[in-house]
């Protein structure tokens, strides 16, 4: 029976069991579909939308010239071919590594994407944000192209900066 719900979570479709359904749960795709796309990729967040979940949870990074990349850990070395931290790599370097090998063949060349690349293609319905304070005021900046606004929550300790997205599908 595990394995089963393993299986239908796989896919997107594994149902809660409620007594009274709760037709408010909403459904986040925890950095992209990674199960089965690489994390924090456009496939990953394309394979939420096909599969309708409700938001895409995306973790924010920036690079040494301070693009905000949409990667999960603070080093490059699980997620890509490169290594060491995440800030000591430019745009154009961390474009050059592969983000999706270590999952599959089939993901070969897949590229870390800028959160205005994940924005843009994308129809954005809405955006939350959690982040360190000072971190907000560049992070606005960087969402300045969108034309709505950005929720704030308090922030945490850490690089890295979390957003709750609503995509509409295509």
């Keep these: 029976e595990i394995a089963d719900l393993r299986l239908q979570l796989r896919a997107g479709r594994a149902l809660l069991p409620t007594h009274t359904p709760n037709l408010d749960i909403m459904r986040s795709a925890h950095r992209g579909v990674s199960a089965l796309a690489p994390e924090n990729t456009l496939p990953a967040i394309q394979k939420a939308i ?14 040494r010239d301070g693009v905000p990349v949409l990667i999960h850990d603070d080093f490059l070395d699980r997620t890509t071919n490169g290594h060491g931290p995440v800030w000591l790599y430019s745009l154009a370097q961390l474009k050059e590594l592969d983000a999706g090998s270590h999952q599959g063949a089939e993901w070969k060349d897949t590229r ?23 971190s907000v005021a560049l992070f606005g900046f960087h969402l300045s192209f969108l034309s709505k606004s950005v929720e704030y929550y308090g922030g945490f300790a850490g690089a890295a900066m979390g957003l709750l997205v609503v995509f509409r599908p295509q």
């Design 112 to 134: 870390v994407p800028t959160l205005e690349e994940a924005l843009r293609r994308y129809t954005t319905i809405s955006i939350r944000s959690w982040a360190m304070a000072e």
């Design 50 to 63: 096909d599969l309708g979940y409700s938001y895409v949870e995306m973790d924010i990074h920036y690079t």
